[in-house]
């Protein structure tokens, strides 16, 4: 039955919306200003299409990682631990919000507006022959000016229009809880390996933690492999998109169009594609954050040294500990797991339990975040770049549309 209602919605958004935008764009070929307007709306359009398949694609594996949530919500040990959870899941919750709330702004100004003879799109003879507006630019191969074609044409477009919406900010929204989930429960095993040795049964606390570990990476790593491929397409539509809307705003203000109504409906819509993109950034900050809280050179002390010494060289302790100390002066990129087990009081515990420490903190090392493509690793740093180039790109496309109108 899930399949069932994915096929439709697919197969709605794709025949309802993406085909008759794709033909009006071969139609209005040629006219510059057509094609940006028809853009705007069909690469989200294509961005839809392509979250579905991929989600659709890896549900086998994102389907534990939900498990895995509502697993962690019923094995709450105490309030401290609730309120870390709560906390986090509140953050991810103002985002999801928010993000309904602009979508609830630009689906009635794209679908609500034409019916009063009101439109953020550009019109002309070739994309809008009829006697009132569609809410998409779009082309059929029938004729939707007569009735009733053209009400259920208006109706299908303005409700899978709002399906389009809700799945385009819905993949993301999945992101931010998922990530912060994440963000809580390596909170939440920070806290307890800090406190390790006030637990009675600190080997098998220590054990759980581990595993706990462990099973979050692997989580992380299924988040990344599914959302890879959806920050490369969100990437390129971003940039591509985003100078469109330059240009269709320098164009209108520069003949004199430029209302009210249409800086309400493009201000909100160029904040949610930053918003969508900062979004992912952010996210992918918060994960490196999470391995890269403590920059710090740490000398390891000598039991920990001797006992790694023990597991990894096989050499002879009976001589000095202290001479292993210099041996193992690293400059360590540590996170929060890797530095709270170091800051335990390990030296209090069984030496094979303060060994076994040793594998989280390698483990603990190791650095998370998102990718673009499995290319560049997804943060602020990022989001600057990608900024920086479409203000200079928008800047470049002034100049020569002023040329041209020279």
């Not at 099973?215 to 397409?233: F, V």
Request: net charge positive; glycine share 2%.
């Amino acid at each position: 039955m899930c399949n069932f209602r994915v096929l439709i919605i697919f197969l709605g958004i794709t025949f309802c919306l993406f085909i008759p935008s794709i033909h009006s764009l071969i139609t209005v070929y040629g006219d510059i200003l057509l094609i940006l307007d028809n853009l705007q709306l069909t690469l989200p359009i294509m961005s839809c299409l392509i979250r579905i398949i991929i989600f659709w694609w890896k549900k086998e594996a994102i389907l534990p990682i939900l498990n895995m949530i509502m697993k962690d919500w019923k094995k709450i040990k105490n309030d401290q631990e609730r309120n870390l959870m709560i906390r986090r899941a509140q953050t991810a919750r103002i985002i999801i919000t928010c993000s309904y709330c602009i979508i609830a702004l630009q689906w009635t100004f794209i679908s609500v507006l034409p019916i009063f003879g009101v439109t953020m799109r550009l019109t002309s003879n070739i994309t809008d022959p009829g006697r009132m507006l569609m809410p998409l630019q779009s082309h059929y191969i029938y004729d939707i000016t007569k009735s009733p074609q053209y009400e259920l044409t208006f109706i299908s477009q303005a409700v899978y229009l709002v399906i389009a919406m809700m799945t385009y900010s819905g993949v993301d929204n999945f992101l931010s809880l998922v990530v912060f989930h994440i963000c809580g429960q390596l909170d939440i095993l920070a806290n307890r390996m800090q406190h390790l040795d006030k637990y009675k049964n600190y080997p098998q606390v220590l054990k759980r933690c581990i595993e706990k570990h462990i099973h979050l990476l692997r989580a992380i790593n299924i988040i990344e492999d599914t959302y890879n491929k959806i920050l490369l397409s969100l990437f390129i539509y971003f940039v591509i998109l985003f100078a469109f809307y330059g240009f269709r705003i320098i164009s209108l203000f520069d003949e004199g169009n430029m209302s009210i109504i249409h800086l309400i409906y493009f201000i909100p819509t160029i904040i949610s594609l930053f918003i969508h993109m900062y979004l992912y950034c952010v996210l992918g900050e918060i994960l490196l954050a999470q391995v890269m809280s403590y920059n710090e050179c740490f000398i390891f002390p000598p039991l920990l040294c001797s006992s790694y010494i023990i597991t990894k060289l096989k050499v002879n302790t009976d001589s000095n500990r202290n001479n292993y100390v210099f041996l193992f002066m690293l400059f360590i990129t540590c996170n929060k797991i890797y530095y709270m087990a170091y800051s335990s009081k390990w030296y209090t515990m069984d030496p094979t339990v303060a060994r076994d420490l040793l594998f989280l903190m390698k483990r603990g090392s190791k650095e998370i975040y998102l990718t673009v493509g499995k290319m560049s690793p997804v943060t602020m740093v990022t989001f600057c770049s990608v900024r920086y180039f479409n203000i200079y790109y928008n800047y470049y496309i002034k100049i020569l549309f002023s040329v041209i109108k020279i």
